[in-house]
Nanobody, 128 residues
Framework: QVELVESGGGSVQAGGSQRLSCAAS????????MGWFRQSPGKEREFVAV??????????YYSDSVKGRFTISRDNAKNTVALQMNSLKPEDTAVYYC???????????????????WGKGTLVTVSS
């Protein structure tokens, strides 16, 4: 069992930055694939970024919409994963969810259903 708790959401002006953190407990953190997803009102939950487990080289992938603006990182010693968001746009407004999965294969990294554990989410609001 893995418990995930996000923090760091809030309101920010367009062009600004925000840093989200996710603290994990309950299982071997370094073996988990850790992802960030987001969901806006009326839209499906969408993939944002993922960092794979240590055994998979901690490889990182981003959605095209955030590539170059967002950075995902993990600290296996502290059981945390972070999402640094820069150059924020109003369309980045959403509830951001931290997700964890075990044995997530490459082709499923951007699929919400591949992750078995979810945080409750944190709201990020970007105003123009």
């Amino acid at each position: 069992q893995v418990e995930l708790v996000e923090s760091g959401g809030g309101s920010v002006q367009a062009g600004g930055s925000q840093r989200l953190s996710c603290a994990a407990s309950g299982s071997s953190f370094s073996s988990l694939t850790m992802g960030w997803f987001r969901q806006s009102p009326g839209k499906e939950r969408e993939f944002v970024a993922v960092i794979r487990s240590r055994s998979s080289g901690s490889r990182i992938y981003y959605s095209d919409s955030v590539k170059g603006r967002f950075t995902i990182s993990r600290d296996n010693a502290k059981n945390t994963v972070a999402l640094q968001m820069n150059s924020l746009k109003p369309e980045d407004t959403a509830v951001y969810y931290c997700a964890a999965g075990t044995g997530v294969i490459l082709s499923s990294l951007w699929t919400a259903g591949a992750y078995g554990y979810w945080g409750k989410g944190t709201l990020v609001t970007v105003s123009s």
